[in-house]
């Protein structure tokens, strides 16, 4: 069985500063992790996934996590944040292919100007 | 490439009602999953539909209900609605062997 915990309902940032959205995973599996953002009435857009590749992803529009099997963790970064980064984002994990998604209760970004 | 779509985008309906979700995938992806997202769950897997075959289940009661046609497109129908039905219903379609899932906009769906 797989479960995610994302840690922070709501963060907030200024804008420039450091993004770190985090997210902690437990599989049975070895696991994909994913991270998706949605903007409001809108569906979900994949910003980067680990499939057992390289363990730093880099994703679309600056974000990039890294995967810590000892840590069992999946962090979500980008260096520089954007107003356009103000969002939810979702951490999600699955036992691989044809399985379900299984999502984290999702981090609402804030970015200050 | 279009992206997955689905109709309609939104939808008012009264308790006990039923009602049918539609969603067409991207070309080529033959897998169709559903997800239900509400603001005290989540967001909650309900059913994955692969070759007109339900492949995975979540934990919904039997109201919830799908199927998947030999063109991939996929419908969702939920029987006797109740107040909590009252949510986001995403559609993502994937590749057959594919990892990734791309998303719908989603049917918001209210019940009064």
């Known amino acids: 069985a797989q479960s995610v915990t994302q840690l922070g309902s709501h963060v907030s940032v200024s804008e420039g500063a450091l993004v770190l959205l985090r997210c902690n995973y437990s599989?049975?599996?070895?696991?994909?992790l994913f991270w998706y953002v949605q903007y409001p009435n809108q569906g979900l857009q994949l910003l980067l996934k680990y499939t057992s590749a390289a363990t730093l992803v880099k994703g679309i529009n600056g974000f990039e996590a890294e995967f810590k099997k000892s840590e069992t963790s999946f962090h979500l970064t980008k260096p520089s944040a954007h107003m356009s980064d103000a969002a939810e984002y979702f951490c999600a994990v699955t036992g691989g292919y044809g399985n379900k998604l299984v999502f984290g209760a999702g981090t609402i970004l804030r970015v200050k100007s | 490439k279009a992206g997955v779509t689905q109709t309609p985008r939104y939808l008012i309906k009264t308790r006990g009602q039923q009602v049918t979700l539609s969603c067409s995938p991207i070309?080529?992806?033959?897998?169709v999953s559903w997800y239900q997202q509400t603001p005290g769950q989540g967001l909650q897997f309900l059913f994955e539909?692969?070759?007109?075959?339900?492949?995975n289940k979540g934990n919904f009661p039997g109201r919830f209900s799908g199927r998947q046609f030999s063109n991939s497109r996929s419908e969702m129908n939920v029987s006797t609605l109740e107040l909590g039905d009252s949510a986001l219903y995403l559609c993502a379609s994937s590749l057959e062997g594919g990892d990734e899932q791309f998303f719908g906009p989603g049917t918001r769906l209210t019940v009064l």
């Open positions: 070309s080529g992806h033959r897998s």
């Open positions: 539909y692969f070759s007109e075959t339900q492949r």
């Open positions: 599989s049975s599996v070895p696991p994909y």
